[in-house]
């Protein structure tokens, strides 16, 4: 048994439906309590999360949890938040958790082993089904939410294998292009070698706020040498409440768009497109380009016909190119792979 630290931290933000089903399955972690250490940020929540985090805390006071709540005034976004909790964060390991995901009894117990089989995983994706509220134990759940990111020559990116159903043909670990965010496991020091002068010394681009910084991370992680490794050994639970990068074609694509709203829409198509500018080789761009254009045409097509309001997107994609520019030179510099081992991602 591994006597490492991990750290499991929780940004929330109005999650009273989802957090008690979320904190009951950290209680109910196989791996010594004593080695666990939960940080919970709440984001200026409005409806009951508060309270019922105080429910928890004074429930769990005889265990041997190490146990920090924060409240902030503001509403941080999610990984700024996430960031904002490593500042009491000691673990090794630190546990990126989201309050609609539900952990395996041995979730971390499981992650610990496989990264401390190899030094240089930066980050452990789980394989995590779906399930809808509210969690009921003991129930076999068959559809697959994510088993982590794929990129794809155009730079569609997608989450594999969301919607399958389980029938063993993702039981084998591998690595991957990179994890995905409800659940993501890091080794704190590959958190720490992400950290860019460019971006005040912080470890997640804070101009994002919401959206594609989960993607932003892994992905710059990857370049820095760090193994993205998929773990089926690894299981969550996600209600999942928006769909993001689901292949299907355009049907699927149209109708999955319709159901989020129009300034998450904006969001993820501004923040994946900063994303590729700061992190995606020059020449594989070049070496890929006619891929890249005609995805574009097709959106910005489809934009024009339904989705006007993105176009005002690239005035701000625009106005924070310079400062993006900065920080991919930083990345680049920093690289410790080349653009013919990224190429072995790109589908």
Known sequence: MSNSIVTINL??????????????????QT???????????????????????????????????????IQSKKNLGMWPGQEELLK?????????????????????????????????????????????FPFIQNTKYETLDTIGFEIFRS??????????IDRGQYNSQREI???????????????EDCRLKNQNNKIV??????????????WRMRIFGWKQVYAPSVIAYHDRKTT??????????IKIRKAVPMFKRRLDWRNTTITIIKNDFAVNLWRDWPYIFWRQIRLWAYFLLFEPPMFLEIFKVAKMLPTM??????IMQKARITAKDFRQWIR
């Open 11 to 28: 940004v929330v933000y109005n999650g009273g439906k989802d957090i008690r089903q979320c904190l009951d399955s950290v209680l109910a």
């Open 31 to 69: 791996h010594p309590h004593e080695l666990i250490e939960v940080n919970i940020l709440d984001n200026a929540s409005t409806d009951d999360t508060v309270q019922k985090i105080n429910n928890w805390k004074l429930e769990i006071v005889n265990r041997k949890f190490k146990f920090n709540f």
């Open 88 to 132: 009491y964060s000691h673990g090794e390991y630190v546990v990126a958790l989201s309050v609609d995901v539900v952990l395996d009894k041995d979730f971390i117990k499981n992650a610990v082993e496989i990264m401390e089989q190899d030094e240089t995983i930066g980050g452990l994706q789980a394989k995590v089904y779906k399930y809808e």
């Open 155 to 164: 730079r569609r990116i997608v989450n594999i294998a969301h919607g399958e």
């Open 177 to 191: 292009f990179a994890t995905e965010g409800a659940v993501p496991i890091y080794r704190r020091s590959a958190l």
């Open 205 to 218: 681009d804070h101009d994002y706020f919401w959206y594609g910084d989960d993607l932003d991370l892994p």
């Open 244 to 253: 993001k990068g689901v292949a299907g074609g355009w049907k699927k694509f």
């Open 325 to 330: 520019l900065k920080r991919r030179k930083e």
